[in-house]
């Protein structure tokens, strides 16, 4: 399924923005749990926890209780992206899994598609990743879909007044109105990267400076700081130094507080905690 790499490489970056990457947004709400899965970000657009469980249960049988969850996270992840033409890169492992998730974490640290570039660039600080970082792992929107609710009000309502954002192309934003009306459609997907969606490669930042960035998110790298701007023209240009840039990026953000040594514990199913 043309989605899947893009589906499973945002789980990684939805569980380390959130206590690290621990493997806190795999488990599913019980009496003590309330479930990541049930934040903002997640809600109706996390998808594809199914794979990770069908992959833990092949290793639970091969070695039992060696691979955590959040490992699986990192490799399914990097596995993604080599699968659909991207970079690979040594994931460096022995994370552990948390034995508890953070709804408000999960809802607060992951940056909404409608922040500001400032508002974004902090929560990627917070989790110790720097502009570059940024940029480079916004690239990973050159695979997988967005939906309406994510970008419209893009086509109508920028910033309050009733017009859409002057940033957007405007025959690339005429066609995004067509499957995107003002009221309903919510779930109709639409390709981040619309020249090579399941393809990863550079035309993602090649669309920004041609202002069509879907979300805008996407768009801000290229409107609202210089820096990122010389950046994406960079990454536009040279498709090694992105690849090579991401790859980096990835590990730095696989490393964000992982749970080592007798923190945590290694699910024998990711969904829930073990039973001590």
């Known amino acids: 399924e043309a989605r899947m790499a893009a589906s499973l490489l945002r ?34 657009s996390a998808r594809r926890f199914e794979v990770l469980d069908e992959i833990k249960s092949a290793l639970e049988k091969e070695c039992p209780h060696t691979v955590s969850c959040a490992d699986i996270l990192a490799l399914a992840a990097r596995d993604s992206t080599v699968l659909t033409g991207g970079p690979s890169w040594e994931v460096p492992l022995g994370r552990r899994d948390s034995r508890e998730a953070s709804l408000s974490g999960s809802n607060n640290n992951i940056p909404p ?12 600080k917070l989790q110790g990743l720097d502009i570059v970082d940024l940029v480079a792992l916004s690239g990973s929107h050159t695979i997988g879909s967005s939906r309406c609710t994510s970008f419209r009000q893009r086509l109508y309502n920028q910033t309050g007044n009733g017009k859409p954002d002057f940033t957007l192309d405007q025959s690339y934003a005429a066609q995004l109105r067509g499957r995107c009306p003002r009221s309903g459609g919510d779930h109709n997907l639409f390709f981040l990267d619309f020249v090579s969606p399941v393809h990863f490669d550079n035309s993602y930042f090649k669309n920004l400076l041609a202002y069509k960035g879907l979300l805008n998110s996407d768009q801000i790298l290229v409107t609202q700081n210089q820096a990122s701007m010389e950046l994406v023209k960079k990454y536009a240009e040279n498709n090694e130094l992105f690849f090579e840039q991401f790859a980096k990026s990835m590990v730095k953000m696989g490393n964000v507080s992982p749970l080592t040594g007798s923190r945590g514990e290694i699910r024998k199913n990711c969904r829930k905690i073990n039973s001590h």
Do not use: W, Y
């Open 11 to 44: 789980l990684h970056f939805h569980d380390c923005f959130v206590k690290g990457c621990d493997a806190s947004l795999l488990l599913d709400s019980t009496g003590s749990i309330v479930s990541e899965k049930m934040s903002n970000p997640n809600r109706n």
């Open 113 to 124: 598609p409608n922040n500001t570039f400032q508002t974004i660039l902090s929560k990627f």
